[in-house]
């Protein structure tokens, strides 16, 4: 038997917290005015501290029937669309496929009965969707705390990460139940206590459970790659997730990179998986073990090599290690799909289930990465004579160029974008004893913002072509 559309003659049973996942909604088309009436609007409560999930229910009468004519859904709609019928409410689905007995075959009578009787054993649940996080926090704050609404947050695997402002935290648990409801893959809802980095060489940072268990071992994915680590103990941010790739996008098979500051690995285990050989280095112990598990959970421990030492003395370690140690060469195999085996001329006779390609590491670094935007300009001073007496391993000597630095930065927030560039070609030019301006050419000088970080304050990207001047220079 074909399944029928459904509209429904029923009363609606509204939950404006409840998750849509557990949603049993009866599929429908409901005839009803557009979603501008007040019926969906959250109650207001705006003395509750403790969310009290039953004040946000009520029940809205409706009208609705069945279709047994799939033919005739389209015309259907089409005219009660036209006649501000159709209950066009955000995230309600209209018309569904009827899941339970029908109501009124409506294929000769269209829109719903004439005697305006209603069938009491339908409902349908409207939940999570019904009402944003903003809609439900705006019924319970004060009005005087209404003009910028706390809604933002950050989602860490299961960790919902609020940066709450002060004159919100006095509703912070009730906040916290609220995006725990509303948002069911977040487990655990955190609040952060104080600044990244601020007890903490590690760039951690303290935090209050709000709702949930305190549970901050996560698993994320990013770039097909796959991180598990305990949250409370290493640096993750997931609103760098496109810079990650960005910066990854610019290495080649084969290169060298060194990642002095790698954290868990977001550029060092992606490039591992474009077969780029990878000195990975973080100064946090625990975030040194999360990055070797990384790289053997995601298969790529052939190219990235995990250190825990200093930035600046890895810097100088990783160079002089790559230079004098004997070439890493990796046997790299690849599958090749059996049409391509089956239909090549070369390999009628004796077809490969695999090609195979011989990858030999070089012995200077392509790219330096150093992401710690708060300090990471300091560290360039370890750049000074980094190859001296070694002139005769890069152009015009050989085909090698000297080394890209890729330098993560803070800076003011300023609607002068040349002052900031010059404001950071300074700073990098302090450290390396040579001065680079932002006008210089022939220095591959490419300075971008990266994110805001604050109303004053931005993160960039700084990368340039280690000076032959720095570089070569004798002590």
Not at 137 to 145: A, G, Q, V
Request: charged share 30%; hydrophobic share 35%.
């Amino acid at each position: 038997m074909e399944e029928a559309a459904t509209l429904q003659s029923l009363s609606i049973s509204s939950s404006y917290l409840s998750p849509s996942n557990s949603s049993p909604v009866v599929t429908t088309a409901n005839t009803i005015s557009t979603f501008e009436s007040d019926m969906f609007r959250a109650p207001v409560n705006r003395m509750m501290r403790t969310l009290d999930r039953s004040f946000f229910k009520k029940t809205v009468p409706l009208s609705a029937a069945t279709i047994f004519d799939k033919q005739s859904i389209g015309t259907i709609k089409s005219e009660l669309l036209q006649s501000q019928d159709l209950l066009l409410a955000n995230r309600i689905i209209p018309v569904r496929a009827a899941r339970e007995g029908p109501l009124e075959n409506v294929t000769d009578h269209w829109y719903g009965r004439k005697d305006g009787k209603q069938d009491s054993r339908k409902c349908l649940l409207l939940r999570e969707g019904i009402k944003a996080d903003e809609d439900i926090i705006d019924s319970i704050l004060p009005d005087e705390k209404l003009d910028e609404l706390p809604v933002g947050f950050t989602q860490v695997g299961h960790v919902a990460h609020f940066n709450l402002r002060e004159q919100y935290l006095p509703y912070k648990y009730l906040l916290g139940e609220i995006l725990r409801d509303k948002h069911p893959q977040a487990r655990t809802v955190i609040n952060k206590t104080d600044d990244v980095g601020s007890h903490s060489e590690f760039r951690t940072f303290s935090y209050e459970v709000l709702a949930g268990e305190d549970d901050m071992l996560v698993t994320v994915h990013e770039q097909d790659c796959e991180y598990s680590f305990d949250y409370s103990k290493v640096y993750w941010n997931t609103r760098l997730a496109t810079e990650h790739e960005r910066m990854v996008s610019r290495f080649k098979k084969g290169e060298a990179v060194c990642d002095v500051m790698a954290g868990v690995g977001p550029f060092s285990i992606p490039a591992g998986k474009k077969q780029v050989f990878v000195w990975a280095n973080d100064l946090n112990p625990y975030g040194y073990e999360c990055l070797e598990r990384g790289a053997a959970k995601n298969k790529v421990r052939e190219f990235v090599k995990a250190h825990n030492m200093n930035g600046r003395d890895f810097i100088r370690f990783a160079t002089e290690r790559l230079y004098q140690g004997n070439p890493r060469t990796v046997v790299h195999r690849t599958k090749v799909p059996k049409a391509e085996r089956e239909n090549s001329p070369n390999r009628q006779r004796n077809p490969k289930a695999f090609d195979t390609e011989y990858l030999t590491c070089p012995r200077t670094f392509d790219h330096f990465v150093m992401n710690l935007p708060a300090t990471a300009i300091e560290f360039l001073d370890a750049f000074r004579g980094l190859y001296a007496g070694m002139q005769e391993l890069f152009e015009p000597y050989t085909d090698r160029k000297l080394p890209l630095i890729h330098v993560y930065c803070f800076s003011t927030n300023s609607e002068d974008e040349a002052l900031e560039r010059k404001d950071i070609c300074e700073r990098i030019s302090a450290r390396l004893g040579f001065k680079i301006t932002p006008e210089e050419e022939g220095r591959e000088l490419e300075i971008r913002s990266v994110r805001l970080v604050s109303p004053t304050k931005k993160m960039f990207c700084a990368s340039f072509r280690l000076p032959a001047e720095v570089a070569f220079k004798k002590a």
